[in-house]
């Protein structure tokens, strides 16, 4: 099987191909599109527009959540991992994967019983509105900005691969036609448009990946153990296979991987955009439904990455996928080439930016939610602001926030796309989980631990990532001129995950005033029992 | 349409403290987290086990066990299984022992037992 030589895709050729990526792509933009106006129809108020009207089935928004969740990180970011660093690639999937029972278990269903809209709408529900509204807010808006800048950043390397575009303004335009694009989805859309969206893209990038691991096998006869072989032997290395390629270096590099597992697995539960797709199920039930078939499909397109990354080292040969445009994440692409030719690639290549577009929807959604429903609506017109109004705030909000996505994607072009999407994770998990977790499940817990606690994680992961080497002080950092790196890793989950926690405990304790014993009550039967909750929304 | 107009809840003269009292609610939120947190924390000690073996026992985790497929990529899948096995548990456990005494309690309150003028009006399990 070793005549499959990393010599057969040949790099230049892919820019034959650039026409059909393109044909492929538009098709999948104008059928969403029609999907998108067929489903705005109906929006008319702020549930149609934040939640969908709470339509959805748990198996539609599961699928969706799995849209959501696989972004192009985990897709082409994954993919090239393992192609690359073999073992270490594959300890992301798992932690991805994992953090899932968090949401399960602790989150999913009690959220859905106690929010209506956002993030913030359950962590203020028994404490005082106003200060923690803001905090939670603004976390919220924290967390999808580092997304966000992640995702756009993610399409330039893209395009310069898939489109055969490699000066930077023409990959800026494409960055602006990937922004105005997804302006229109969520502007016209809404929370309904963006979900269909995220289903379609679900569907084909699960059976694209799906599709290319059988062929994979295939060429194997189905042996797994003789694709690793062949991959270790392609590779020149048989630790590929092994753990520690990549974070095994020093202890300081071992550190840090055990940093990154722990903002893996409890960011996820945090994230806002994720906590965002609970409320468009109709009961607890439907939203339990939801996250059991995310993880199922979660779980089995992480199965699929691993046979490709395994599949692209061996098939492909890391030299080949290194110096390639786009890089690292460029093994999934050029293996598609190599299995199925210019089609396959068009339409894996497609995939890859309905993600993007996909999943920038949907964060864009829950920042305009949170600005428009949290900061606008609860704080600034103190509750006063009818939903006509609401929904118009929060429009106007998709297009700042568009803006701002297609501006920081030109900029943070080229920037490492994983370093910001881990980020996002540690940002959620110190910023967010305590309080979503302390105000479900403890009954003292009070204003001030829940302001200490989200002040104090945010502030800790974003100072501890300024002063860490993703920034400064190494050869791949943002700034490599600069050395301010006094944090020696590049995940701050280590410290601020606890510190956030801590904080929490410390401000409870601490604080003089108690909190209304009656709404700790309300929230606590309401999130077990479901009552009162607002039901599905008839058209 | 959606309730935007806010509508009087069903539920908004509901004495919660008082539900939050009730033998069948002690029941319920026993069993919520009787079930939850032993769990969460078995999966995540399991997880971080995991972690900390990759990360110091390469050795250990580079076994062959059958051909090229060394212990650390069965470990690995075996977090797969468990994550499925959990998940599967925990929707049967719910189906079972969750949502019926959930759903009695609620049909309760939106059936106006636990009115805050007045007392349980019938049925309720004081």
Redesign the interface.
């Known amino acids: 099987m070793n005549t499959m030589v990393p010599a057969a895709v040949n790099v230049e050729a892919l820019k034959d191909t650039t026409l059909l990526n393109m044909g492929i792509f538009a098709l999948f933009v104008a059928v969403t599109m029609v999907i998108v106006f067929r489903a705005s129809r109906n929006n008319?108020?702020?549930?149609?527009y934040y939640a969908a009207?709470r339509s959805f089935t748990g198996s539609q928004n599961g699928t969706a959540i799995a849209g959501d969740y696989l972004s192009a990180a985990s897709f082409l970011g994954i993919t090239g991992a393992i192609a690359i660093n073999g073992?270490d690639g594959?300890?992301y999937s798992?932690?991805f994967?994992?953090a899932?029972?968090?949401a399960?278990?602790?989150v999913a269903e009690l959220l859905r019983n106690t929010g209506k809209f956002t993030m913030a709408d359950v962590l203020s529900f028994r404490l005082r509105q106003r200060p923690v509204r803001i905090a939670a807010a603004l976390s919220t808006l924290a967390v999808c900005f580092f997304y966000l800048l992640a995702q756009m950043a993610g399409a330039g390397s893209l395009i310069s691969l898939l489109l055969g575009i490699s000066d930077w303004g023409g990959q800026a335009l494409v960055i602006i036609v990937v922004g105005a694009l997804m302006i229109m989805y969520v502007l016209i859309g809404g929370m309904k448009g963006t979900t269909w969206v995220q289903i379609i893209k679900a569907i084909l990038l699960i059976a694209g990946a799906g599709v290319m691991t059988a062929m994979v096998l295939a060429i194997y006869g189905f042996?797994?153990?003789?694709l690793?072989?062949s991959a270790?032997e392609a590779a020149n290395n048989p630790?590929i296979?092994?753990?520690?390629l990549q974070?095994?270096k020093t202890e300081t590099s071992?550190l840090d991987?055990?940093s990154l597992?722990l903002a893996l697995?409890l960011g996820t539960a945090a994230l806002p955009h994720v906590l965002m797709r609970f409320y468009t199920v109709p009961t607890a039930?439907e939203a339990?439904k939801s996250?059991?078939w995310a993880?199922?499909l979660i779980?089995l397109f992480?199965?699929f990455t691993l046979v490709l990354g395994y599949g692209a080292a061996a098939l492909v040969g890391a030299e080949t996928i290194k110096s390639a445009p786009g890089g690292v994440n460029s093994a999934a692409p050029l293996l598609a080439f190599h299995l199925g030719g210019p089609l396959l690639l068009g339409f894996i290549s497609a995939v890859a930016f309905a993600t993007i577009l996909a999943v920038v929807a949907g964060l864009t959604i829950t920042a305009a939610a949170s600005f428009a429903h949290d900061i606008y609506a609860n704080v600034i017109a103190k509750g006063k602001a009818?939903?006509i109004t609401e929904v118009k705030v929060a429009r106007r909000t998709v297009l700042v926030i568009g803006v701002l996505a297609i501006l920081g994607g030109i900029f943070a072009n080229g920037q490492n796309v994983a370093f910001l999407v881990a980020l996002a994770f540690a940002v959620a998990a110190s910023a967010n989980l305590p309080t979503i977790v302390y105000s479900l499940?403890w009954k003292k817990f009070t204003t001030q631990g829940a302001v200490w606690s989200m002040y104090g994680g945010l502030a800790a992961a974003i100072l501890l990532i300024t002063f860490s080497p993703v920034v400064s002080g190494a050869k791949t950092s943002m700034i490599p001129g600069a050395n301010f790196a006094l944090f020696p890793l590049s995940n701050p989950g280590i410290v601020s995950i606890p510190l956030a926690f801590f904080l929490g405990w410390l401000g409870t304790v601490l604080d003089k005033r108690r909190e209304d014993?009656?709404k700790q009550?309300?929230m606590?039967?309401?999130s077990?029992?479901?009552?009162?909750a607002?039901k599905a929304?008839?058209? | 349409m959606g309730n935007d107009a806010q509508p009087q809840d069903a539920t908004a003269s509901v004495d919660f403290q008082e539900v939050q009292q009730t033998e069948r609610f002690k029941t319920l939120r026993k069993r919520h987290r009787s079930f939850v947190f032993p769990m969460a924390v078995v999966f995540l000690l399991w997880y971080f086990a995991y972690v900390l073996l990759a990360d110091y026992a390469v050795g250990f985790m580079s076994i062959k066990v059958w051909g090229n497929i060394n212990v650390g990529l069965i470990l690995g899948l075996l977090q797969f299984v468990t994550t499925f096995g959990i998940t599967a548990w925990y929707v049967s456990y719910s189906n079972r022992k969750l949502d019926p005494i959930a759903a009695e309690i609620r049909n309760e309150i939106e059936g106006h037992e636990f009115d805050k003028d007045g007392n349980v009006i019938s049925g309720a399990a004081k």
Do not use: C, Q
Request: cysteine-free; overall charge negative.
């Open positions: 008319k108020t702020a549930a149609d009207g073992y594959f300890l798992i932690g994967l994992v899932w029972l968090v399960l278990l602790l042996n797994l153990s003789s690793l072989g270790a630790a296979l092994n753990p520690g974070y095994g071992k991987f055990m597992g697995v039930k339990r996250v059991v993880i199922w779980g992480y199965l009818d939903a499940f014993p009656a009550a309300e606590e039967v309401r077990l029992t479901g009552v009162g607002e929304v008839d058209h």
